[in-house]
């Protein structure tokens, strides 16, 4: 499985040269406005952005049908894809972890408590959709998958709208402690849910 992940890195790399253009800029942005959440913000669409292109890229190029003449489990090829996207965000926090004490050092906008509730949220709210997108990519296929991936995005946008209306974000927020310790725990679990669903689907197909 070691290869399968270097596969998607090697992948990532092709790209390094841009990807750390835009970074530095989100992160030089960051700083200079005082304000940590552009770059989070950027990093976690970069996230779901890499690990959808990551399974794109392997529909176009054909990439399952000759994985599966290969002597590894079906069950690994997916693994790989979900220990990518694992990867992906401690890349997230190790480039952002910096950038937020330089900032914080310098503006003092957010305490450290604060930064990690912030963090906890983005991060677990990252893990439920991958969650979702990941089984619907390799059950439907790329061009599908974007329609549900499109609409899954719509609705959290909505219910974001509609909860940020009346008192729900002052309870949110008055019970931000108990949600830090749950909502992790919750996105890890669905997080091996998904795994497991995907992994059915995959082993469903033809290639």
Not at 81 to 102: G, N, R
Request: proline residues 2%; charged residues 10%; contains cysteine.
């Amino acid at each position: 499985m070691k290869a399968l992940i270097l596969k998607d890195l090697y992948v990532l790399l092709y790209q390094k040269k841009m990807l750390g253009v835009l970074i530095s800029l989100f992160a030089i942005g960051s700083i200079f406005f005082g304000d940590v959440g552009l770059l989070l913000t950027f990093l976690t669409v970069l996230c779901l952005v890499q690990v959808n292109a990551s399974l794109a890229y392997d529909e176009t190029s054909q990439w399952n049908r000759f994985a599966n003449t290969l002597p590894i489990k079906k069950a690994d090829i997916v693994k790989s894809k979900y220990a990518f996207s694992l990867l992906l965000l401690f890349l997230v926090l190790v480039i952002v972890l910096p950038v937020f004490f330089i900032t914080n050092a310098v503006y003092k906008s957010f305490t450290f408590h604060e930064f990690l509730s912030l963090l906890c949220m983005i991060m677990s709210g990252l893990l439920f959709i991958l969650s979702l997108t990941l089984p619907i990519f390799i059950r439907f296929g790329q061009q599908k998958a974007k329609i549900s991936v499109l609409a899954i995005i719509m609705i959290v946008i909505i219910a974001s709208n509609v909860f940020s209306n009346g008192t729900f974000i002052q309870d949110l927020s008055g019970n931000l402690n108990f949600l830090n310790l749950v909502m992790p725990l919750i996105a890890i679990v669905i997080f091996y849910i998904s795994f497991k669903i995907a992994v059915t689907f995959y082993e469903s197909k033809e290639f």
